[in-house]
């Protein structure tokens, strides 16, 4: 059974770092696509970042510079490194399986139930 | 960037009703676009993929159409448990870009 479960939100103050984890089960995170997705509080939905099964990367330009995603293949988790915190990076973040239907045709497929950030000072 | 343009932003339907939500691309994405149903507090969950290909396990009151700019989602027969907020989202480029939802609430 596929599972993803995210850690590592909490209450972090303005210009602060911090590191989000995604635990997978049931696939191995190093043959897929993944991304992370978040959701500020009464808000849509905004992608943030993907890693390809390959190994490239690429962000919504909101976090460009500041966010890195990464994989551990030997623990079969997913990392988002947040770095110069923002007000406004305020959401649930949820780390998702990209599924392939075909060059280009992509979809989530599967989702953590999600993890909090606060930015506050 | 794509921009996903949903509407209605809200709708009020009864159990039983037919309902089309549209979302619609600032450019042509083929048929690369997907949605999603989201509760309060829930994780999002497909429906939909490349615009009418349906998820495995999702009933099949759930359809979607269209291609290049203009997408459609039908609810053929309105459950009580499809009130939610629905999501459509573009694959075609990064940004990958979801439209700003449709709140499907009841009559």
């Known amino acids: 059974e596929v599972q993803l479960v995210e850690s590592g939100g909490g209450l972090i103050q303005p210009g602060e770092s911090l590191r989000l984890s995604c635990a997978a089960s049931?696939?191995?995170?190093?043959?897929?696509?993944m991304s992370w997705v978040r959701q500020a509080p009464g808000r849509g939905l905004e992608w943030v970042s993907v890693i390809y099964s390959g190994g490239s990367t690429y962000y919504a330009d909101s976090v460009k510079g500041r966010f890195t995603v990464s994989r551990d293949n030997s623990k079969n988790m997913l990392w988002l490194q947040m770095n110069s915190l923002r007000a406004e990076d305020t959401a649930v973040y949820y780390c998702?399986?990209?599924?392939?239907?075909?060059?280009?045709?992509?979809?989530?497929?599967?989702w953590g139930q999600g993890t909090l950030v606060t930015v506050s000072s | 960037d794509v921009q996903m343009t949903q509407s209605p932003s809200s709708l009020s339907a009864s159990v039983g009703d037919r309902v089309t939500i549209t979302c619609r691309a600032s450019q042509s994405i083929r048929g690369y676009l997907n949605w999603y149903k989201q509760k309060p507090g829930m994780a999002p969950k497909l429906l939909i993929y490349?615009?009418?290909s349906l998820q495995n396990g999702v009933p099949s009151r759930f359809s979607g159409s269209g291609s290049g700019t203009d997408f459609a989602l039908t609810i053929s027969s309105l459950q009580p448990e499809d009130f939610a907020t629905y999501y459509c989202?573009?694959?075609?480029?990064?940004?990958?870009?979801f439209g700003q939802g449709t709140k499907v609430e009841i009559k």
């Open positions: 490349a615009a009418s």
């Open positions: 049931g696939f191995t995170v190093t043959d897929n696509y």
């Open positions: 998702a399986r990209v599924a392939i239907a075909s060059a280009g045709l992509y979809y989530f497929d599967y």
């Open positions: 989202q573009q694959s075609y480029s990064t940004p990958w870009t």
